[in-house]
């Protein structure tokens, strides 16, 4: 079992910064991808970004240039920086880890709760 739990949401003004947090916890042992996912009301839930064990990012077009993933091993952690904030990036932002499951030869997915990104004036 995996455990995430991210932190970092809040109400911020359009052009600001946020820097989320997913505090990893469990059997890390196997996460090949970490990734922040989010989900505004009747949208269905989307990638933002991802990270391999390896460093390799990926970033959905939308927030090219202006959000940054990142990760910790030393703290189990794993950052989402926003900067720029639009109004459209308001949803909730989830933390996802993938995991190869040795026992059973397939990858798992685990969730952590959610965070939520209000971007307004």
């Known amino acids: 079992q995996v455990h995430l739990v991210e932190s970092g949401g809040g109400l911020v003004q359009p052009g600001g910064s946020l820097r989320l947090s997913c505090a990893i916890s469990g059997s890390i042992f196997s996460i090949a991808t970490m990734g922040w996912y989010r989900q505004a009301p009747g949208n269905e839930r989307e990638l933002v970004a991802s990270i391999t064990n390896t460093g390799t990012t990926n970033y959905a077009d939308s927030v090219k240039g202006r959000f940054t993933i990142s990760r910790d091993n030393a703290k189990n952690t794993v950052y989402l920086q926003m900067n720029s904030l639009k109004p459209e990036d308001t949803a909730v932002y989830y933390c996802?880890?993938?995991?190869?499951?040795?026992?059973?030869?397939?990858?798992?997915?685990?969730w952590g709760q959610g965070t939520q990104v209000t971007v307004s004036s």
């Open positions: 996802k880890a993938r995991k190869f499951e040795a026992g059973v030869g397939i990858f798992n997915n685990y």
